[in-house]
């Protein structure tokens, strides 16, 4: 697009984009400011006739003078801008129902040019969002007896409009227009009553009217509006009311009347036959439609041969992915998506009437998506994460009475109900098909660490940062039950746990008959809480895929530190694991993630994690030492990742304690670790054991950023943890707080991991850590950022040797610091004598010391933060490029 100013623009679509915005603008984003404003200074006339009768009414604007102002708005005169906005704003608060039909019909009339279409229906659009429903005070309004005319005349134009984004903008006008009043819903129980006591006369459900207007305009027209582009839209606008329930204290509704004759005359003759068509545009908007009719409700119309035809439709829309994998276009990636999201419906909603063979094919097209090797299109992630969320929902319906549990179990296992060996055989296939591939290290987390770091990180976030992102996801997403802001792999891994945790069938002691467990002659609480259940066929599974892998590489050699010395500070020194280089990076990179999930899902069924031999063995031989020393960043970051999950769900032992210290020890020496600088090791292309030479110095720091987040994890959640660092252990306390402090001292700059780990430090052990060595502490973290404070408010900082101290560092210091002043005041004095003084002196300078060093963090985070002076004349460097371009 044209910047504004420039001369010789002859692009209508240029125009009304440079009106408002600059000349990268998308034309839309321009139109949706540029055309919401409605004028209040007109009185209401009577009002309009439908589409069709248009011209007829007396107070419908002109179509010439209409279009001229729909021409000017675009244009760069700001005179005739301003009087073509006060036509329109006139013309909508003397007859808004005349306007909207008028702005309608140039809208879905190919003769006018896209940009002139585009204007009208954004003018629609936004003239029925302000005063449709909740009318203007004194201006633009809809009289109620004249609401339906807009309705049909947005139907009209939706099967007239050619294809484009105006034709977008008509399917929203016409929401808009069936929606549901406001004087509807104005008292919930005014409107449960319409939409339930009456069901056999779909004319009192306010949801109805436009789904009726869609039956009658297809018994008028029949196979003419079929055929036309905007019938799946108006039937998914006249079915999207329905995918709710409204009582919320009926667990089962019946359908509303308006939806059964929509399914009976529209859904299920001429929807349901288009969700198996090979167009995927075509295929998509279809299976859309049917997963609002059946969301919330099964019609009678759809049971029976039209649910068994849907299903059939699901499989084949996943069997081109299948075939061409990566492949496979944009719209079969979203039309697979639409179709898993139906097969999720279906099976939540109604697996009851599901018999075996459709949960086969269910699982069948889940399985044919979530197998696609991953690839770096957004729409295929969406997709493989919604077959992963479809697999649960079959996990799900284990859970129902029989025959539903039966069928879904079969569906799963390939009709393993009773053979327990040949389910878990059945499991594992699935994993090994669908959930390893995308738990391996991929070409998106190599991309991700070199050119996002930050999205790496927010990706493999652990601990607070990992809830408060899925938090933030939760409340960005569409609630519509989709996968928006979910990796394909955290919902491999998430079927994964919910795998693990599905009993199936069988219920407790599904465990393979041929394994013979051994006695349990430990006491009840004397390891854990009691005696564990038996393995599911999934655990067991998941177990297997597990070990296999780890039967591939060589056995590691364990380094032991002594508990007492290790109270006394003593810590293991780590080399590389030797399974990173004969698993490979990215195979070793998955162990952690399957690793990590079952772990997790043992933990909460009640199972023995850490408390296993085998997985504390696993902690020392792999987790602690790739941690510390693997080659591959990925792998240092997963098994950090891994160690926080595991210690944080491990039950309270009289061995967990000192594993606890053995994994904080090694997440310190991952951020203590130096990585090599990028290009000083030489890689072969077929080998991806050695150092990545791609990572650069801001990749490194968000793989120790996630190490001290999993630190953190674990002294704040783990069972263990106050007993790992507590009064016994004053020795281990006061080596790693001495190690952290150094890293402080050393860099301020790069100190952000170290100090939010000695934070958390200081949280763990208050008990035993003196108000003496709390107040040292807190006075040498003052001392190194002292030569990176401004002397004075306004002042640039000072450089040192080290580059200016960024913001993030200042801001863990005082927290830091916060931290060891709440342990001073924390710590209990003994009864000795003198011991109260000395304790108050160390309380006093801990708090002095940390009132200096936040006086000292304002003056820096206001030279740190841009003024709002250099932030104007920035824009206004900006405003003169642009004039100049």
């Known amino acids: 697009h044209p910047t504004p100013g420039r001369r010789g623009a002859s692009s209508t679509a240029a125009r009304l984009t440079a009106r408002i915005h600059s000349w990268d603008t998308p034309i839309s984003m321009a139109l949706a400011d540029a055309t919401n404003v409605v004028a209040t200074d007109a009185p209401i006339a009577t009002a309009t006739k439908t589409m069709s009768q248009a011209s007829d009414v007396p107070n419908a604007p002109n179509a010439e003078k209409l279009v001229a102002a729909l021409d000017d708005v675009a244009s760069f005169d700001a005179a005739k801008r301003d009087a073509a906005a006060a036509k329109l704003d006139a013309a909508s608060a003397k007859d808004a129902p005349g306007l909207c039909i008028a702005l309608l019909r140039v809208a879905s009339d190919d003769e006018h040019g896209s940009a002139r279409r585009l204007a009208a ?16 005070k004194d201006g633009a309004s809809f009289p109620d007896a004249y609401r339906a005319a807009v309705r049909v005349a947005a139907l009209d134009a939706l099967c007239a409009a050619p294809d484009g984004p105006s034709r977008a903008l008509i399917a929203e006008c016409l929401r808009l227009a069936g929606a549901v009043p406001a004087s509807a819903i104005g008292s919930s129980h ?21 789904a009726l207007d869609v039956c009658e305009r297809l018994a008028k027209h029949g196979s003419s509006f079929v055929a036309s582009p905007g019938f799946l839209l108006a039937t998914h606008a006249a079915a999207r009311p329905f995918q709710y329930f409204r009582v919320a204290a009926t667990a089962r509704e019946s359908a509303p009347a308006a939806l059964e004759t929509l399914c009976a005359n529209v859904i299920a003759p001429h929807v349901v036959p288009m969700c198996g068509v090979d167009d995927a545009r075509v295929r998509r908007a279809a299976l859309k439609v049917a997963f609002r009719a059946v969301r919330a409700y099964m019609p009678d119309a759809l049971r029976g ?32 998506k639409r179709a898993l999201r139906l097969a999720k419906a279906l099976v939540t909603r109604h697996a009851s009437m599901l018999d075996s063979s459709a949960f086969r094919s269910i699982v069948g097209a889940c399985v044919g998506v979530a197998g696609v090797e991953p690839g770096l299109e957004p729409a295929a992630d969406a997709a493989i994460a919604e077959a992963f969320a479809c697999l649960e929902s079959v996990l799900s319906a284990t859970r129902e009475p029989k025959p539903t549990r039966d069928a879904a179990w079969a569906g799963l296992t390939d009709d393993a109900r009773d053979d327990a060996r040949k389910a878990v055989s059945a499991l594992k296939d699935i994993i090994l098909e669908c959930v390893v591939p995308h738990a391996n290290l991929s070409a998106r987390d190599e991309d991700r660490l070199t050119e996002d770091p930050e999205e790496y990180a927010r990706v493999n976030a652990v601990g607070d940062v990992a809830i408060a992102d899925a938090i933030e996801e939760a409340l960005a997403g569409d609630g519509g039950g989709s996968s928006c802001g979910i990796t394909a792999r955290g919902a491999a891994l998430e079927f994964a746990q919910a795998l693990v945790e599905t009993e199936g069938p069988a219920g407790n002691g599904a465990e393979p008959p041929a394994k013979k467990r051994k006695k349990d002659t430990k006491k009840d609480g004397e390891d854990g809480e009691g005696k564990a259940p038996p393995p599911t066929p999934g655990e067991s599974a998941l177990k297997d895929v597990v070990d296999a892998i780890l039967a591939e590489a060589p056995k590691e050699k364990i380094e032991k530190v002594g ?28 162990l952690f993630q399957l690793a990590a999930a079952l772990a997790s899902a043992q933990a909460r069924r009640g199972s023995a994690a850490v408390k296993d031999s085998a997985m504390r063995q696993f902690c020392q031989r792999h987790a602690f030492p790739a941690a510390a020393a693997a080659h591959s960043p990925h792998v240092a970051a997963a098994a950090a990742k891994f160690i926080a999950d595991a210690l944080v769900v491990a039950p309270r032992t009289n061995s967990s304690a000192p594993l606890v210290r053995e994994g904080v020890a090694a997440l310190i020496a991952a951020i203590e670790r130096e990585w090599d600088e990028p290009n000083h090791v030489v890689v072969d292309d077929d080998d991806d054991n050695g150092e990545d030479p791609s990572v650069d110095e801001e990749g490194v720091a968000v793989v120790k950023d996630i190490a001290s987040w999993a630190a953190k994890s674990v002294l704040e959640d783990a069972p263990a943890a106050s007993e790992a660092f507590g009064t016994l252990a004053v020795g281990a306390v006061d080596a790693s707080c001495e190690r952290l402090l150094a890293l402080v001292e050393a860099s301020p700059a790069h100190s952000t991991p170290a100090l939010r780990l000695l934070g958390a430090m200081a949280g763990v052990a208050s008990g035993a850590m003196t108000p003496t060595a709390a107040a040292g502490r807190v006075e040498r973290i003052v001392a190194a950022f002292a030569p990176f404070a401004p002397s004075n408010p306004g002042d640039d900082c000072v450089h040192g040797d080290d580059r200016d101290v960024p913001l993030d560092a200042w801001e863990a210091s005082v927290d830091a610091c916060a931290a060891l002043v709440e342990a001073a005041t924390a710590w209990d004095a003994p009864g000795e004598e003198g011991a109260s003084d000395e304790a108050r002196e160390g309380e006093t300078a801990a708090a002095a010391a940390a009132v200096v060093h936040v006086a000292a963090y304002w003056r820096a985070a206001e030279s740190l933060e841009p003024s709002e002076d250099d932030d104007d004349e920035d824009d206004d460097e900006d405003d003169e490029d642009d004039t100049a371009g």
């Open 121 to 136: 229906g954004t003018f629609a659009r936004n003239l029925l969002r302000k005063a449709f429903w909740t009318p203007e």
């Open 190 to 210: 005014t409107f449960i009553r319409q939409t339930s006591s009456s069901p056999e006369d779909p004319s009192e459900d306010p949801r109805a009217d436009l």
């Open 305 to 336: 041969e039209a649910i068994r035809s849907i299903v059939g439709s699901i499989s084949r829309s996943t069997l081109t992915l299948r075939n061409e994998g990566t492949a496979s276009s944009e719209e079969d990636w979203i039309a697979a």
């Open 563 to 590: 508990k007492s010395a290790a109270a006394a500070g003593a810590v293991a020194a780590y080399a590389a694991p030797v399974a990173e280089a004969a698993l490979g990076a990215s195979k070793y990179f998955g």
